[in-house]
């Protein structure tokens, strides 16, 4: 591009490293169609995305997955993002990271650990993951993490059979040790979206965990930071997704595909380039994918004339086509979007019929290991 | 709750970096990149994990030729404000 603004270059890189996983959560924010091993990209391909997203301005790198440490080649990535300047984070399920691994990953100048956590009481948590005994494992892991100094995060993702322990989680975080908790709700895109009614929580849970949240910032302030994410059904203005597209982070996928955001590649008329074909820079600044949504100037009313454009970009791209069937609408979070009261009823014929005990839910569970 | 002879600490996984693509310093932490005004990274900059507040306040306001106790008072409530955020360790000086 070269009229209109200045691109400012990304901040943040997500590396979905892989797809396999071994757990199962019902919520997981990996498309629904998932990549194979043989189509993930190797070594030296991941190192050269790494060293040219440095060179782009990329400070933060999220090693992600599916489970990042299934590659065999995680502590050598950590080391060579280290080497190029990045800030490496490890976004975990926590299952086989423990001991030896953990340690090798620490040497190789690890920065931040994030280990997902079902829940903070195990029955419950190995029911929402799909794996009896992966409570457990997760706990070992973050003794380790706080052992060696290295900073915890406890991601939470909240729906309707955890809903009502947001305190409890935050209690479970500061026992840990973690010096900082996410509490975000589930956003309902690929698997979430499968298992929208049984992981839909009720209005009053909504408001309840809400004050919860409020409540224990206040609580335990100096302790532990509290980064929350709100449901967006029952939300009155939408979230700037991914700090509005094209902005601040890119996504590279196993298979090499680079999305601003990770469920993206929902948007069929979107073709999204794979940095075996091209460089990290050419895709951030000249691809018509991360052209498309970008900035302002694509909006259409109720967004054009909105003072709120430029803080919340219209919100989510892909929840806008799944519930509009146009990818370049307000997002239906928003109360100013004709589509608002469809979402709002979506998530009340949800929570109406369905009152299983967390136990008893059952969920579309994702398999891929 | 800070003192003279508290010693600040940058804990493991919060460090300063300099950003080559947007110029300035960064402080670089869990989930934030937080840039840094050309005070608070003369401030950081001093912050090695042995020096005291005092000892810090005294170098700035040497450095800067600047009122000591204006200085004091800087200091101690952006130390304290990075602490609450978990971006910084308070170490007791017994």
């Known amino acids: ?369 | 709750m800070i003192v003279d002879d508290t010693i600040p600490v940058l804990p493991r996984g919060v460090r300063l970096r300099e950003d080559q693509a947007r110029g300035g310093f960064t402080l670089m932490a869990p989930e934030r990149v937080l840039k840094l005004d050309p005070i608070a990274n003369e401030v950081l900059k001093r912050v090695d994990g042995t020096a005291t507040v005092a000892a810090i306040v005294d170098d700035l306001a040497r450095a800067f030729a600047a009122d000591r106790a204006q200085i004091d008072q800087d200091v101690k409530s952006m130390l304290q404000g990075l602490a609450d955020k978990r971006l910084l360790d308070l170490v007791a000086n017994d």
């Open chain 1, 1 to 369: 591009m070269t009229d209109g603004p200045a691109i400012d270059p990304p901040l943040g890189l997500l590396a979905e490293l892989t797809h396999r996983c071994p757990l199962s959560c019902p919520y997981c924010s990996n498309p629904a169609n998932l990549d194979r091993r043989s189509s993930e990209l190797d070594t030296g391909t991941w190192m050269r995305v790494f060293a040219e997203a440095a060179a782009l301005g990329v400070m933060q790198v999220h090693l992600s997955g599916g489970e990042p440490t299934a590659r065999h080649d995680i502590v050598e990535i950590t080391a060579h993002c280290r080497d190029v300047g990045l800030y490496t984070n490890l976004i975990t399920s926590g299952i086989n990271v423990a001991g030896a691994k953990l340690d090798a990953l620490a040497d190789a100048g690890l920065d931040h650990v994030q280990i997902s956590f079902q829940g903070d009481i195990s029955d419950r948590a190995d029911h929402v993951s799909g794996m009896q005994g992966s409570h457990a494992r997760k706990l070992e892991l973050a003794a380790q993490v706080t052992g060696l100094g290295l900073p915890l995060t406890v991601n939470a993702v909240i729906h309707r059979g955890n809903a009502d322990r947001v305190r409890e989680m935050v209690q479970f975080a500061v026992d840990l040790g973690a010096r900082r908790i996410e509490i975000a709700h589930v956003q309902y895109y690929g698997w979430a979206l499968r298992n929208r009614d049984a992981l839909m929580p009720t209005a009053d849970q909504v408001r309840s965990s809400t004050a919860a949240v409020e409540q224990a910032r206040a609580d335990f302030e100096g302790q532990i930071v509290i980064d929350a994410v709100v449901p967006d059904y029952y939300a009155r203005r939408p979230k700037p997704c991914v700090g509005g597209w094209g902005k601040r982070s890119l996504n590279v996928t196993p298979s090499g595909k680079v999305l601003p955001c990770h469920a993206a590649e929902t948007i069929p008329h979107l073709t999204f380039p794979n940095v075996r074909d091209q460089s990290l820079s050419d895709i951030w600044h000249d691809s018509d994918a991360f052209n498309a949504y970008r900035g302002t100037d694509w909006m259409a009313e109720p967004c054009r004339s909105c003072d709120r454009r430029a803080i919340d970009f219209g919100g989510c791209r892909c929840q806008a086509l799944a519930m509009t069937g146009d990818a370049a609408a307000t997002d239906p979070a928003c109360q100013l979007s004709p589509f608002h009261a469809r979402m709002v009823e979506l998530a009340e014929t949800a929570v109406a019929e369905v009152q299983a005990s967390p136990l008893d839910t059952r969920y579309d569970y994702r398999r891929f290991l």
